[in-house]
């Protein structure tokens, strides 16, 4: 498989399955499926596994084509009405694509963020990496895989997205821990390394600095805070490590106020200081009476000297 061939799925989910592809991309992931499970062959049989099992492995997958999303939607407006007049029970929506995600009273990612993972650190860490980011955590989030490939190459840098976000090699939720019985919970034996948002993620030498080539001790800070959040998926309470103390958590008793004075706000950890500046004097030039403003956009909380 070439490069470009490679790089042109993914995955919005963490099973292999269930790709979005362009072009021959599909074809080429398929082949190459089949191809792994001869090389584990052996492997595969050692592990119970015999030959008409492999085969039936290397032939599951289905590729459906289609010219745009569009299409995809229509498809699935059909399939959902073969399966209403099969097990009945119509509504007003039935004729209706359905959402997805569905709409939620309560926000999905409340107490998390999209940790963005580095490419570079998946490549460099493969058992570590595997370890700590599993399909699965014990609260269920997964791993998300619409990252990667030709991301990092194709720019031409008058957009807002930032290194992290073009170099990482997937997303998986980092959650803020509220509890001593959820820290329990997801530092269970089966998940021993999932990161948390604590103050052991941001040590020196821990997972964070590691990942995002830090190097400050205990107490220290730096110059530029680098982004390793994805906008997407942000939570509302999760915060950066402190201002003054880049190596511990935001205390997660704090107030809103306390913790929007006292450490690294959301958007820088999306955007990186330096980034983040920028975007935010980009705002004030072109946005002078501040009429585009949202909550926890860039802006929001800026004064008039600014």
């Not at 493969?126 to 991301?151: D, E, K, W």
Request: net charge negative; hydrophobic share 35%; proline share 6%.
């Amino acid at each position: 498989m070439n490069e470009r061939d490679a790089y042109s799925c993914a995955s919005p989910i963490f099973t292999p399955g269930n790709r979005f592809c362009f072009g021959d991309g599909a074809q080429a992931q398929v082949e190459a499926w089949k191809a792994y499970l001869e090389r584990r062959r052996v492997d595969l049989g050692e592990l119970g596994f015999d030959s008409d099992m492999i085969k039936t492995v290397q032939n599951c997958t289905d590729i459906n084509p289609f010219d745009d999303y569009v299409e995809e939607l229509l498809k699935e407006s059909e399939i959902k009405q073969e399966i209403i007049e099969f097990v009945g029970g119509s509504t007003r929506f039935s004729d209706r694509v359905d959402d997805s995600p569905q709409p939620l009273i309560p926000s999905t990612t409340a107490l998390n963020g999209a940790l963005l993972v580095p490419k570079s650190y998946i490549l460099e860490n493969v058992q570590a990496a595997a370890a700590q980011f599993p399909g699965f955590t014990a609260l269920g989030a997964p791993i998300y895989n619409a990252f990667g490939g030709f991301t990092a190459k194709t720019s031409d840098q008058m957009n807002a997205l930032s290194s992290a976000h073009r170099d990482a090699g997937f997303w998986f939720a980092l959650l803020e821990v509220i509890s001593p019985e959820i820290y329990e919970l997801v530092t269970a034996p089966v998940f021993p390394l999932t990161p948390v948002n604590n103050d052991t993620f941001f040590e020196h030498g821990g997972v964070f600095q590691t990942m995002y080539g830090l190097n400050v001790e205990a107490g220290e800070t730096g110059d530029n805070f680098p982004a390793f959040l994805g906008l997407n998926h942000l939570g509302p309470n999760i915060r950066g490590p402190l201002k003054h103390d880049w190596t511990k958590a935001c205390p997660v008793n704090w107030t809103r106020k306390e913790r929007d004075e006292k450490c690294i706000p959301a958007l820088e950890c999306v955007f990186g200081t330096q980034l983040l500046r920028k975007l935010e004097r980009i705002k004030k030039r072109v946005d002078k009476h501040d009429m585009f403003t949202c909550r926890d956009c860039v802006g929001d909380n800026l004064d008039e000297k600014i």
